[in-house]
């Protein structure tokens, strides 16, 4: 069993940054990707960025540039940090990682205004 607490959400106006946590419990070995997913009110959700058990990371394109994920394994902890943040990146964002079935956060709400 795997569990996730998100936090660093809030409220920023466009143009600024957030950096969202996600923090693992229990059986962290088993690990082996983890994921930043938002849903954006009325859509479906997305895949926002992934970071693989070696480091390797991936990007959807709409955040490509703008948004990092990193992870220190010390604090089993995942980041996103999200630069030159837009209205259209409004949404719940929520953690998600393999180990090897699928575990999820509950989710920190984002709020870019204008």
Same mark, same amino acid.
């Given at each position: 069993? =795997?569990?996730?607490?998100? /936090? *660093? &959400?809030?409220?920023?106006? $466009?143009?600024?940054?957030?950096?969202?946590?996600?923090?693992?419990?229990?059986?962290?070995?088993?690990?082996?990707?983890?994921?930043?997913?938002?849903?954006?009110?009325?859509?479906?959700?997305?895949? =926002?960025?992934?970071?693989? /058990? *070696? &480091?390797?990371?991936?990007? $959807?394109?709409?955040?490509?540039?703008?948004?990092?994920?990193?992870?220190?394994?010390?604090?089993?902890?995942?980041?996103?940090?999200?630069?030159?943040?837009?209205?259209?990146?409004?949404?719940?964002?929520?953690?998600?990682?393999?180990?090897?079935?699928?575990?999820?956060?509950?989710?920190?709400?984002?709020?870019?205004?204008?």
């Amino acid at each position: 069993q =795997v569990q996730l607490v998100e /936090s *660093g &959400g809030g409220s920023v106006q $466009a143009g600024g940054s957030l950096r969202l946590s996600c923090a693992a419990s229990g059986s962290t070995f088993s690990i082996t990707e983890t994921h930043w997913y938002r849903q954006r009110s009325g859509k479906q959700r997305e895949l =926002v960025a992934y970071i693989l /058990s *070696g &480091g390797n990371t991936n990007y $959807a394109e709409s955040v490509k540039g703008r948004f990092t994920i990193s992870r220190d394994n010390a604090k089993n902890t995942v980041y996103l940090q999200m630069n030159s943040l837009k209205p259209e990146d409004t949404a719940v964002y929520y953690c998600a990682v393999l180990a090897p079935r699928a575990y999820w956060g509950q989710g920190t709400q984002v709020t870019v205004s204008s």
